[in-house]
């Protein structure tokens, strides 16, 4: 069986917490062959250690040793890399978001098409079973009226990294945490068509002094991103959803929630329960839901597969560039004070 030759580019936490460890669960179908960062020293100590057998001092090089690559960049740097990769013949894989905007999305959709790769975006929620349990229920609700998403931290902004470096990233809780809920919401929705967003971004408590973070030290002084965002999307289908997002919230506890109202049922993700009137009364089905880690295998095997020719990417870049459109406007409502038409 032939196996995948896989390189790295940007070897920090994502790259050796998440990604190459699925990829060295899945050695029958997939081999690392290659990593790239511009921090040399790094990019050694991290071959030596999983015996990646070539190091790059530029990923264009790295390029002529693989057939897939995994990008785990900076934003900044998604549609670049991942267009030249497309370019030089290779798959790839990035990590969320898609780009820093939808200009940039599109610019790698087209880079894709022409080059008949694979592009996956690193949307790991969509694989988590809790998710995949709901994909299926989902069915069973009648049409979406409500979507209801909070993806909220007590007082947990990102201390390492380049996290709150606008320049780097783009954004800040909206671009980096609350994109996963939106992904997955749409997902869940069979991707409806955006229409009208208003939204508004706040990063007041970060930039206040003495600050207490769970999450690392910060320099409140140069936070120039979002640290808390909320919206409302409206879609043709005539559905909606209620957003917010935060990283340093001040509240009791961090809280992750979706859920779906529709004219049948409702359901809610986490934790999984599903809603309905039946028999004269309200029912609750609840169901057994590990809460196994598996989501990142599952993510690296079907971006595996897919580029075997085995599988069907479960996240399309059509789809992983509609939610950076969201975010767009989400952005540009902020900005301007205004409702943001889509489609128009």
């Known amino acids: 069986m032939k196996k995948l030759k896989m390189g790295i580019i940007g070897v920090g936490g994502i790259a050796e917490g998440r990604h190459i460890p699925s990829y060295l669960a899945l050695q029958e179908k997939v081999e690392i062959t290659a990593v790239q960062d511009i921090r040399g020293k790094r990019a050694k100590e991290v071959a030596e250690k999983y015996d990646i057998p070539f190091v790059f001092e530029d990923y264009q090089s790295l390029f002529e040793v693989v057939d897939a690559v995994t990008i785990c960049t900076p934003n900044k740097f998604h549609s670049r890399i991942a267009v030249a990769a497309l370019e030089a013949g290779c798959h790839v894989i990035c990590e969320k978001p898609m780009a820093m905007n939808a200009s940039e999305c599109e610019v790698m959709l087209e880079a894709a098409q022409k080059a008949n790769k694979q592009l996956a975006i690193a949307y790991h929620y969509r694989f988590m079973p809790q998710s995949r349990l709901a994909k299926q229920a989902v069915q069973e609700i009648g049409e979406p009226l409500v979507t209801r998403i909070q993806a909220l931290r007590r007082r947990k902004v990102p201390g390492w990294g380049v996290f709150t470096n606008k320049e780097l ?123 196994d880690k598996n989501f990142g295998l599952l993510q690296a095997e079907n971006f595996v597969d897919s580029c075997l020719g085995d599988a069907e990417l479960v996240v399309k870049p059509e789809e992983a560039m509609k939610v950076t459109r969201i975010m767009d406007a989400i952005y540009e409502s902020s900005e301007t004070g205004k409702s943001v038409r889509l489609g128009e």
């Not at 783009?170 to 068509?193: K, M, N, T």
């Not at 002094?209 to 030290?217: F, K, Y």
């Open 169 to 291: 990233q783009g954004g800040g809780s909206l671009i980096d945490y609350g994109c996963h809920l939106i992904d997955l919401a749409l997902w869940l929705l069979d991707s409806p068509e955006p229409v009208e967003v208003i939204g508004r971004t706040y990063n007041r408590l970060s930039r206040s002094p003495e600050q207490i973070n769970d999450w690392g030290n910060f320099d409140h002084k140069s936070f120039e991103v979002d640290d808390h965002v909320t919206a409302y999307i409206t879609f043709k289908d005539g559905s909606s959803i209620l957003f917010e997002t935060s990283w340093a919230a001040n509240i009791k506890e961090d809280h992750t929630h979706l859920s779906i109202s529709g004219t049948e049922a409702g359901l809610n993700v986490f934790p999984y329960e599903f809603y309905q009137p039946k028999h004269g009364t309200f029912m609750t089905t609840t169901a057994s839901v590990t809460e």
